[in-house]
């Protein structure tokens, strides 16, 4: 869990088969398709943008809960 935003962050990696084996990863991690969120690893910055910020809202969402305690 501690990983988490780190690995979030690389799915922002300017090389797509970074971003590709931490899609991987972190499905079969988490138990959950990034497709759901609308990401996939070869868009570009631009399409990258909305999807992970998608994905940072769910997936974070406990820690910044956690810390505003």
Known sequence: EWALPDLL???D???LLNRQFTRIGL???L???LS???YQFYM???????????LKQ????????????
């Open 9 to 11: 962050a690389m799915l």
């Open 13 to 15: 990696d300017p090389y």
């Open 27 to 29: 499905e079969a991690m």
């Open 31 to 33: 138990g959950i398709k």
């Open 36 to 38: 759901d969120y609308g």
């Open 44 to 54: 570009t910055p631009q399409e990258r943008r909305d999807p992970l910020k998608k």
């Open 58 to 69: 769910a997936l974070l969402r406990t820690e910044e809960t956690d810390a505003e305690r």
